[in-house]
C-alpha cells in the first residue's frame, strides 16, 4: 500500500523527482550533494520501494542535519519498477518544472542555482539537458559550449545515445501531460518509458538549452562483476540490456518516427547500438552472456544501419576465434574499459 508521508502546497518552482530501490548509502550520496542546495523554491518527491525502511532513516536523518525546512514528499510503496516509478513522480510533482535524478548519481555544487537562474531568466525554456561526468568529473558526457539547441533535432543528434541518462533530464512538468498514457504503454520494469514525455517535450514549441557544467557525477551502478551476476540469474544466461538498450530504445524512439528528421533518428540509434553490440560480444567471449536469439533481432531491427554490418562479422565467427581476438585485444588496449555510453564531441 502506498503512503504519501508528506502531502505539499503548490507553489513550487521544482520538483526533483528520486526514484529508489535498496539502495541507502547510494541514496545518502546523492543526497548529501543535494541537500544544501535546497530552497523554498524546490520540493523533493522521493518514491521509495525498498523493502525496509533503511532508505526512510536516511532521508530522515539529512532532512533533520541539513535543512529541516526542505519540502519533502516521500511516498512509500511496493516494488512497481524504474518505467513506473518515474511516470508515478511526474503525475504527483507539483513544481512547474520536474528534474528526474538517479539514487546513484551525484549533484555538483551549484547545479540547482545554475538551472533556476536559466529558467528565470528565459522563462521559454521547456527542457536542459544538464552536462554529467563519468565517473569523475572532469570527463564530459557531452562536449559542447552552453546555449540553445536549434530544435529537438539538435538536441538528438548533440547529446546521442546520452539522452537516456535520467539525472540529465529537467523539462517543464505541462509540457508533458499528454504524452503519459503512450509513456505507460511502454512500462516494462527497466527500460525508457520516461524519455516519451522527453521527447513529447522536445516536438514542442518551447526553447531548449545544454548546460555545459558538469553538474551532475554519473557513477557506474553495477561493475562488471554485478553484470554477470545478473546475467547468468538462475543458471541461465541471458542479457537484459540488449532488449532495453536494443530493443525497448528503438521501440520507443520509433513512436516519434517521421517527427523528428533521419538523420537525428539514426544518429542516436546508430550510437547506442554501436555501444550494445560491443558489450554484448564482451559478454559471450567472458561466458556471461550468449548470442543466441539476439542475432536476429539485431537482424530485424538494425539491418539498415552500417554498425550492423561491423557487428554481424565477429558474431557470425566460431568462439574460439573471437576469444583469441579478445585476448589480442586487450594485450594491446588494456587501458580502455567498455562501458555502455562513449563521449559525444560535437
Given at each position: 500500500?502506498?503512503?504519501?508521508?508528506?502531502?505539499?502546497?503548490?507553489?513550487?518552482?521544482?520538483?526533483?523527482?528520486?526514484?529508489?530501490?535498496?539502495?541507502?548509502?547510494?541514496?545518502?550520496?546523492?543526497?548529501?550533494?543535494?541537500?544544501?542546495?535546497?530552497?523554498?523554491?524546490?520540493?523533493?518527491?522521493?518514491?521509495?520501494?525498498?523493502?525496509?525502511?533503511?532508505?526512510?532513516?536516511?532521508?530522515?536523518?539529512?532532512?533533520?542535519?541539513?535543512?529541516?525546512?526542505?519540502?519533502?514528499?516521500?511516498?512509500?510503496?511496493?516494488?512497481?519498477?524504474?518505467?513506473?516509478?518515474?511516470?508515478?513522480?511526474?503525475?504527483?510533482?507539483?513544481?512547474?518544472?520536474?528534474?528526474?535524478?538517479?539514487?546513484?548519481?551525484?549533484?555538483?555544487?551549484?547545479?540547482?542555482?545554475?538551472?533556476?537562474?536559466?529558467?528565470?531568466?528565459?522563462?521559454?525554456?521547456?527542457?536542459?539537458?544538464?552536462n554529467?561526468?563519468?565517473?569523475?568529473?572532469?570527463?564530459?558526457?557531452?562536449?559542447?559550449?552552453?546555449?540553445?539547441?536549434?530544435?529537438?533535432?539538435d538536441?538528438?543528434?548533440?547529446?546521442?545515445?546520452?539522452?537516456?541518462?535520467?539525472?540529465?533530464?529537467?523539462?517543464?512538468?505541462?509540457?508533458?501531460?499528454?504524452?503519459?498514457?503512450?509513456?505507460?504503454?511502454?512500462?516494462?520494469?527497466?527500460?525508457?518509458?520516461?524519455?516519451?514525455?522527453?521527447?513529447?517535450?522536445?516536438l514542442?514549441?518551447?526553447?531548449?538549452?545544454?548546460?555545459?557544467?558538469?553538474?551532475?557525477?554519473?557513477?557506474?551502478?553495477?561493475?562488471?562483476?554485478d553484470?554477470?551476476?545478473?546475467?547468468?540469474?538462475?543458471?541461465?544466461?541471458?542479457?537484459?540490456?540488449?532488449?532495453?538498450?536494443?530493443?525497448?530504445?528503438?521501440?520507443?524512439?520509433?513512436?516519434?518516427k517521421?517527427?523528428?528528421?533521419?538523420?537525428?533518428?539514426?544518429?542516436?540509434?546508430?550510437?547506442?547500438?554501436?555501444?550494445?553490440?560491443?558489450?554484448?560480444?564482451?559478454?559471450?567471449?567472458?561466458?556471461?552472456?550468449?548470442?543466441k536469439?539476439?542475432?536476429?533481432?539485431?537482424?530485424?531491427?538494425?539491418?539498415?544501419?552500417?554498425?550492423?554490418?561491423?557487428?554481424?562479422?565477429p558474431?557470425?565467427?566460431?568462439?574460439?576465434?573471437?576469444?583469441?581476438?579478445?585476448?589480442?585485444?586487450?594485450?594491446?588496449?588494456?587501458?580502455?574499459?567498455?562501458?555502455?555510453?562513449?563521449?559525444?564531441?560535437?
Amino acid at each position: 500500500m502506498e503512503q504519501v508521508v508528506d502531502t505539499l502546497q503548490k507553489g513550487f518552482l521544482l520538483s526533483i523527482c528520486i526514484p529508489t530501490y535498496n539502495r541507502p548509502e547510494k541514496f545518502r550520496q546523492m543526497m548529501m550533494g543535494l541537500m544544501p542546495q535546497l530552497t523554498s523554491e524546490i520540493e523533493v518527491v522521493v518514491r521509495d520501494d525498498s523493502s525496509n525502511d533503511e532508505t526512510k532513516h536516511v532521508l530522515d536523518e539529512l532532512v533533520k542535519k541539513f535543512n529541516p525546512s526542505a519540502k519533502i514528499n516521500y511516498v512509500h510503496g511496493e516494488k512497481i519498477g524504474l518505467d513506473a516509478a518515474n511516470l508515478f513522480l511526474l503525475e504527483n510533482a507539483i513544481g512547474e518544472y520536474v528534474w528526474w535524478f538517479s539514487d546513484d548519481d551525484e549533484f555538483m555544487p551549484g547545479a540547482i542555482v545554475r538551472v533556476l537562474g536559466l529558467v528565470k531568466k528565459y522563462p521559454e525554456i521547456t527542457f536542459i539537458w544538464v552536462n554529467y561526468g563519468f565517473e569523475k568529473i572532469e570527463t564530459l558526457a557531452v562536449n559542447k559550449e552552453d546555449g540553445f539547441f536549434k530544435d529537438g533535432n539538435d538536441v538528438l543528434g548533440s547529446v546521442g545515445a546520452n539522452i537516456g541518462l535520467l539525472s540529465s533530464l529537467f523539462l517543464r512538468r505541462e509540457d508533458t501531460y499528454s504524452s503519459i498514457p503512450l509513456a505507460r504503454k511502454h512500462v516494462k520494469g527497466f527500460s525508457f518509458a520516461a524519455l516519451v514525455p522527453v521527447f513529447h517535450v522536445l516536438l514542442g514549441t518551447g526553447k531548449f538549452y545544454f548546460l555545459r557544467g558538469p553538474y551532475i557525477l554519473c557513477k557506474v551502478s553495477n561493475t562488471v562483476e554485478d553484470i554477470k551476476k545478473e546475467a547468468t540469474k538462475g543458471g541461465e544466461i541471458r542479457n537484459d540490456f540488449f532488449d532495453v538498450f536494443g530493443v525497448d530504445f528503438y521501440e520507443i524512439l520509433m513512436e516519434f518516427k517521421g517527427r523528428f528528421n533521419r538523420y537525428s533518428m539514426r544518429k542516436i540509434l546508430t550510437d547506442s547500438f554501436a555501444s550494445l553490440w560491443r558489450g554484448m560480444l564482451v559478454g559471450w567471449v567472458g561466458g556471461w552472456d550468449t548470442p543466441k536469439g539476439k542475432r536476429w533481432k539485431m537482424f530485424k531491427l538494425y539491418w539498415s544501419f552500417p554498425e550492423f554490418w561491423i557487428a554481424i562479422i565477429p558474431f557470425l565467427m566460431p568462439l574460439w576465434i573471437n576469444k583469441g581476438l579478445y585476448k589480442i585485444y586487450k594485450l594491446f588496449f588494456s587501458h580502455r574499459k567498455w562501458i555502455f555510453r562513449r563521449n559525444v564531441t560535437v
